[in-house]
């Protein structure tokens, strides 16, 4: 059975940071890209970082209003993606999901983790 | 950036009737389109890829339609369980970026 699981949410200040995790299990982890999405409260899906399989280049790609505060990566040995946060901004606050890329580098996504709630604020 | 918009916004029907929503894309994108189905305090559920590819395991009362510019995403008999919110995303190109949402609701 495919899973994903997210861990490190929390309550964090303006200006601070965090790292979330993806824990994956039931596939072959290294064979996908992985994705992060968000979702504010009461608010609409916002694709936010996409990371290629190794095969592939394990190259990144960044949502605007994330690039060069966020950075994906992935740990095939340990079947684990990557979300690290900086600079955070109250306006990144919402339901964080990771999601598996239906292939190396499919822009689909067929599986998705439960979701972790950050807050940002003071 | 490859803008999504949705309609209707929200969409009230009876067990067992035809529900049609449509997505459009600011600028021609292929059949890289996909749709997601979200319940309340769950996570997005893909229903359809390259706009009329049904997932494994998704009901056939989905399906999707269209290429370029316009899509549709049709329940042919909605059930209960279909009470969710859909979204469209686009993977034309970075960044994906998705519909604001249909809410469907039954009558």
């Known amino acids: 059975e495919v899973q994903l699981v997210e861990s490190g949410g929390g309550l964090v200040q303006p200006g601070r940071s965090l790292r979330l995790s993806c824990a994956t299990s039931?596939?072959?982890?290294?064979?996908?890209?992985m994705s992060w999405f968000r979702q504010a409260p009461g608010k609409g899906l916002e694709w936010l970082c996409f990371?290629?399989?190794?095969?592939?280049?394990?190259?990144?790609e960044y949502a605007p209003s994330v690039s060069g505060r966020f950075t994906i990566s992935r740990d095939d040995s340990k079947r684990l993606a990557y979300l690290q946060m900086n600079s955070l901004r109250t306006e990144d606050t919402g339901v964080y999901y990771c999601?598996?890329?239906?292939?190396?580098?499919?822009?689909?996504?067929?599986?998705w983790g439960q979701g972790a709630l950050v807050t940002v604020s003071s | 950036d490859i803008q999504m918009t949705q309609s209707p916004s929200s969409v009230s029907a009876s067990v067992g009737d035809r529900v049609t929503i449509t997505c459009r894309a600011s600028?021609?994108?292929?059949?890289?389109l996909a749709w997601y189905q979200q319940k309340p305090g769950k996570a997005p559920k893909l229903l359809i890829y390259?706009?009329?590819n049904l997932q494994d395991g998704v009901p056939s009362r989905f399906r999707g339609s269209g290429s370029g510019t316009d899509f549709t995403l049709i329940i042919s008999t909605l059930q209960a369980e279909d009470v969710a919110t859909y979204f469209c995303?686009?993977?034309?190109?970075?960044?994906?970026?998705f519909g604001p949402g249909t809410k469907v609701e039954i009558k």
């Open positions: 999601a598996r890329g239906a292939t190396h580098a499919s822009g689909w996504f067929d599986y």
């Open positions: 039931g596939f072959m982890f290294s064979d996908h890209a």
């Open positions: 990371i290629r399989s190794n095969p592939y280049g394990g190259t990144t």
């Open positions: 600028q021609p994108i292929n059949t890289w």
């Open positions: 390259g706009a009329s």
């Open positions: 995303q686009h993977a034309n190109s970075f960044p994906f970026t």
